[in-house]
C-alpha cells in the first residue's frame, strides 16, 4: 500500500465518522432514532441508544 492509498483510506475513514455524526445528529434534532450503521461507526450500541437521556 502506498501512501497515497493509506491517505486515502484514513480521510474516507474520517469522512466516514464525520458523515454519521451529521447524520445522526440530524435524526435527533428531528426526534427519529438515528440509523443504527450510523450508531455503530460512532461507537455506540444501537440497543443502548433509546436509554440515553439529555440532560
Known amino acids: 500500500m502506498t501512501t497515497t492509498q ?6 474516507g475513514n ?3 465518522i464525520v ?3 451529521i447524520n445522526a445528529s440530524a435524526a435527533v434534532d428531528g426526534r ?3 440509523k443504527a450503521a450510523d450508531l455503530r461507526k ?4 444501537p440497543a443502548s441508544f433509546p436509554n440515553v437521556r439529555s440532560i
Open 6 to 11: 493509506s491517505r486515502r483510506g484514513y480521510l
Open 14 to 16: 474520517i469522512f466516514d
Open 19 to 21: 458523515g454519521a455524526a
Open 32 to 34: 427519529r432514532t438515528p
Open 42 to 45: 460512532l461507537g455506540i450500541d
